[in-house]
């Protein structure tokens, strides 16, 4: 029987597993962040730790392929130089592709729709036909708008707002200057320049358990971040000219288990779209790739 290995590598984590030609997961393993633009080095460590695991173990020379779905993939010499490492080091045909295409052939398979996803970073994925396309996905620096990462900024930045006009500092902007250890808005620095992405994307846990005790701005910040989403979505809707309805493929935790981002995301589109199909499962995303190897290897052929 072959197998193929399914690479799941985001910025908070990588996942790796071995299919069966039924989808079935017989050996599955996870090591820390896979997107290179958080740190380069450690990222393809961990992917390759990922995928050495499967090599080694008792399905791994049976492994017909490798799909691996990493993070800022595309961003400049990534993928060169994610494909020259591999090739000194196994002879098994490995493809790589951005884990949003991962995610939307597990949910998605080959219907025609959107995968958005908003985890630590976010980014939508569709495909009309033969077309394909992107919106969002542009890393934490430029704008990963509605991700955990961007809602921990807003919360700093509304503390840095109220600072620099001379304004009480909110129920919000308090309860996050405590959990930091920090008096004054000029001790965010200390923690904002110091940690790492996956560090302040990790803030907006603690801002859901304040938007869960009733803190308005809190949950102000969790529906913007929905409405942010679902903007995005409707553009590379448009972009990608897709005939109605929409099927939406919904992948991380804020779309899947953050209620506020979850119902402004879904009532937002649903006003600009009409009848939405929404997507949701508990696979994990690297299943996607046994369609993602029949898709990919054939064009290669």
């Given at each position: 029987?072959?197998?193929?290995?399914?690479?799941?590598?985001?910025?908070?984590?990588?996942?790796?597993?071995?299919?069966?030609?039924?989808?079935?997961?017989?050996?599955?393993?996870?090591?820390?962040?896979?997107?290179?633009?958080?740190?380069?080095?450690?990222?393809?460590?961990?992917?390759?730790?990922a995928v050495a695991a499967c090599l080694n173990s008792q399905y791994g020379k049976e492994c017909g392929a490798i799909i691996a779905g990493v993070a800022g993939i595309e961003a400049k010499g990534n993928r060169k130089r994610f494909e020259d490492f591999f090739s000194e080091r196994t002879k098994i045909p490995t493809i790589f592709v951005n884990d949003a295409v991962l995610a939307y052939h597990a949910l998605l398979g080959k219907q025609n729709g959107i995968l958005t996803?908003?985890?630590?970073?976010?980014?939508?994925?569709?495909?009309?036909?033969?077309?394909?396309?992107?919106?969002?996905?542009?890393?934490?620096?430029l704008g990963d708008y509605g991700s955990a990462y961007d809602i921990a900024i807003q919360a700093f930045r509304q503390i840095t707002k109220e600072a620099d006009e001379g304004l009480p500092y909110s129920p919000l902007s308090q309860a996050l200057m405590h959990e930091l250890g920090i008096t004054s808005a000029e001790g965010l620095k200390g923690f904002i320049y110091n940690a790492t992405k996956g560090e302040i994307a990790s803030v907006s846990s603690f801002i859901f358990t304040?938007?869960?005790?009733?803190?308005?701005?809190?949950?102000?910040?969790?529906?913007?971040?929905?409405?942010?989403?679902?903007?995005?979505?409707?553009s590379l809707f448009k972009k990608l000219k897709i005939s109605p309805p929409l099927k939406v493929g919904c992948k991380g935790s804020l779309l899947e288990k953050n209620p506020y981002v979850?119902?402004?995301?879904?009532?937002?589109?649903q006003k600009l779209l009409g009848e939405v199909e929404f997507i949701r499962s508990e696979v994990t995303p690297a299943i996607g790739a046994l369609s993602v190897a029949v898709l990919y290897l054939k064009k290669e052929a």
């Open positions: 029987m072959a197998y193929t290995i399914g690479i799941d590598a985001g910025g908070t984590k990588t996942t790796g597993l071995i299919l069966d030609v039924d989808k079935n997961i017989v050996f599955q393993i996870e090591t820390g962040f896979g997107n290179p633009n958080v740190h380069f080095k450690d990222a393809l460590d961990n992917v390759w730790e996803i908003a985890g630590t970073g976010s980014i939508s994925y569709g495909r009309n036909g033969e077309s394909e396309g992107y919106s969002g996905g542009w890393g934490h620096i304040e938007a869960q005790n009733g803190n308005k701005d809190a949950q102000r910040i969790f529906r913007d971040a929905g409405v942010q989403l679902a903007n995005q979505t409707f979850k119902e402004e995301f879904e009532s937002t589109l």
